[in-house]
């Protein structure tokens, strides 16, 4: 009986013994690989937007003015600079005013964007081509299902157009800044707009956007959506009161402030007290005086875009940030410049791609009379850590 127990426990540990070397002998699994949409993000590291050119100009899109807003000399300088890619904005409602083509596109207005696009290419940018609207197309968007469907319609002609293209190099924003008051009814009409580009255009990678204004907080309200393929998007100007300053377009007092200091911790009492005193209004200035309270600095900006890259993280998407940018007339150039390092800086160390706003713009990186040459602002050019002209 004992010879018998002996012969088993035998075999028993022959058996282990052999299962441990077929273990070791199995190949070690596989490291995850990035997924489609990771890949593509590597294409979006550090861009520049082409505003007012097909997007921000209603009163002008004419074949005269956008042939020298921007042209191909800005576009190879573009390159050479060291960005990779273009965000290239553009405003639907020429794109789709009469006369229009089968699929509902003016074909004039959507041959000078393919030439645009064709150029980025050749010069080796990839394009982010985002739907930019004004206030009136985005008002009948999130109130009526009417503008939805004109909407998703001309996505569709876009994407099938584009599709033809290199997807590893052209990617589709759903919207500009939608401005859509309810997160709920903006989810599901970007869920819809996804499927839709995505039947179009099977291949190319997709940029989701928040309902409002793009914000930080509109990423972090984001449910994921359940393509694969995309890339989140976020825009940030953080704090206002610096990178508005002058601004006329937005909240009124920032119209009076000039000259805000950047960091706002470097700022003594005098400077602060010389700054509140633009503003005529007591609670104005009370807003503004938060500002240098809040000690923003660039410990105070990686803080914030640390939690668009945790988000990220936890749901196991890239994400980008494709607007950020101070208005230079009024802001004091060094300021300004550190303020721009102090974000990228900070996108990058989060593993983050971004694209500033904007090239020959208020916020521009470079200065430009039509039909001269650009001349790069070599403050703005270092502070993106990129190459000088």
Same mark, same amino acid.
């Given at each position: 009986?004992?010879?018998?127990?002996?012969? $088993?426990?035998?075999?028993?540990?022959?058996?282990?013994?052999?299962? @441990?070397?077929?273990?070791?002998?199995?190949?070690?699994?596989?490291?995850?690989? +990035?997924?489609?949409?990771?890949?593509?993000?590597? *294409?979006?590291?550090?861009?520049?937007?082409?505003?007012? /050119?097909?997007?921000?100009? #209603?009163?002008?899109?004419?074949?005269?003015?956008?042939? *020298?807003?921007?042209?191909?000399?800005?576009?190879?300088?573009?390159?050479?600079?060291?960005?990779?890619?273009?965000? $290239?904005?553009?405003?639907?409602?020429?794109?789709?005013?009469?006369?229009?083509?089968?699929?509902?596109?003016?074909?004039?207005?959507?041959?000078?964007?393919?030439?645009?696009?064709?150029?980025?290419?050749?010069?080796?940018?990839?394009?982010?081509?985002?739907? *930019?609207?004004?206030?009136?197309?985005?008002?009948?968007?999130?109130?009526?299902?009417?503008?939805?469907?004109? =909407?998703?319609?001309?996505?569709?002609?876009?994407?099938?157009?584009?599709?033809?293209?290199? +997807?590893?190099?052209?990617?589709?924003?759903?919207?500009?800044?939608? %401005?859509?008051?309810?997160?709920?009814?903006?989810?599901?009409?970007?869920?819809?707009?996804?499927?839709?580009?995505?039947?179009?255009?099977?291949?190319?990678?997709?940029?989701?956007?928040?309902? *409002? /204004?793009?914000?930080?907080?509109?990423?972090?309200? $984001?449910? #994921?959506?359940?393509?694969?393929?995309?890339?989140?998007? =976020?825009?940030?100007?953080?704090?206002? %009161?610096?990178?508005?300053?002058?601004?006329?377009?937005?909240?009124?007092?920032?119209?009076?402030?000039?000259?805000?200091?950047?960091?706002?911790?470097?700022?003594?009492?005098?400077?602060?007290?010389?700054?509140?005193?633009?503003?005529?209004?007591?609670?104005?200035?009370?807003?503004?005086?938060?500002?240098?309270?809040?000690? /923003?600095?660039?410990?105070?900006?990686?803080?914030? @875009?640390?939690?668009?890259?945790?988000?990220?993280?936890?749901?196991?998407?890239?994400?980008?940030?494709? %607007?950020?940018?101070?208005?230079?007339?009024?802001?004091? #150039?060094?300021?300004?410049?550190?303020?721009?390092?102090?974000?990228?800086?900070?996108? %990058?160390?989060?593993?983050?791609?971004?694209?500033?706003?904007?090239?020959?713009?208020?916020?521009?990186?470079?200065?430009?009379?039509?039909?001269? +040459?650009?001349? +790069?602002?070599?403050?703005?050019?270092?502070? $993106?850590?990129?190459?000088?002209?």
């Amino acid at each position: 009986m004992l010879r018998g127990f002996s012969l $088993l426990l035998a075999c028993t540990l022959a058996w282990f013994t052999a299962s @441990l070397s077929l273990v070791a002998q199995q190949p070690t699994a596989p490291a995850i690989l +990035p997924t489609l949409a990771f890949q593509r993000a590597a *294409h979006l590291r550090h861009g520049i937007n082409a505003s007012m /050119w097909f997007a921000q100009s #209603p009163q002008d899109y004419s074949a005269a003015r956008t042939d *020298h807003y921007i042209d191909a000399a800005d576009i190879r300088l573009m390159a050479h600079l060291g960005f990779d890619h273009v965000r $290239l904005s553009i405003d639907p409602e020429p794109l789709t005013r009469q006369p229009v083509a089968a699929d509902g596109l003016n074909a004039e207005f959507l041959g000078r964007i393919d030439r645009a696009v064709d150029q980025m290419l050749a010069s080796g940018l990839a394009v982010i081509v985002d739907v *930019h609207p004004e206030e009136p197309y985005k008002f009948r968007l999130r109130t009526g299902s009417d503008g939805v469907a004109r =909407f998703q319609s001309m996505w569709s002609a876009l994407a099938a157009h584009f599709a033809t293209r290199d +997807p590893n190099l052209i990617f589709f924003e759903v919207m500009n800044e939608p %401005e859509v008051e309810d997160d709920f009814r903006w989810q599901g009409i970007e869920a819809q707009t996804i499927a839709l580009i995505r039947k179009a255009a099977p291949q190319n990678t997709i940029l989701a956007v928040g309902a *409002h /204004w793009d914000s930080l907080q509109d990423l972090l309200r $984001l449910t #994921p959506f359940a393509d694969s393929n995309l890339i989140y998007n =976020f825009h940030f100007y953080e704090p206002y %009161e610096f990178t508005h300053q002058g601004a006329t377009w937005a909240t009124g007092w920032w119209r009076y402030t000039h000259s805000v200091p950047y960091p706002a911790n470097d700022a003594d009492t005098a400077a602060m007290t010389r700054t509140l005193s633009q503003i005529p209004d007591a609670a104005d200035q009370l807003d503004l005086e938060r500002y240098f309270l809040d000690d /923003w600095n660039a410990r105070h900006v990686r803080l914030l @875009l640390d939690a668009a890259a945790a988000w990220g993280s936890a749901h196991h998407v890239p994400i980008v940030c494709d %607007e950020f940018g101070a208005f230079r007339d009024h802001s004091l #150039p060094a300021d300004r410049a550190q303020w721009i390092h102090d974000v990228r800086t900070a996108l %990058e160390a989060d593993h983050m791609g971004w694209t500033m706003w904007d090239y020959r713009g208020s916020f521009g990186v470079v200065t430009k009379t039509d039909g001269q +040459p650009a001349i +790069p602002d070599p403050r703005v050019v270092q502070a $993106l850590g990129l190459r000088q002209h």
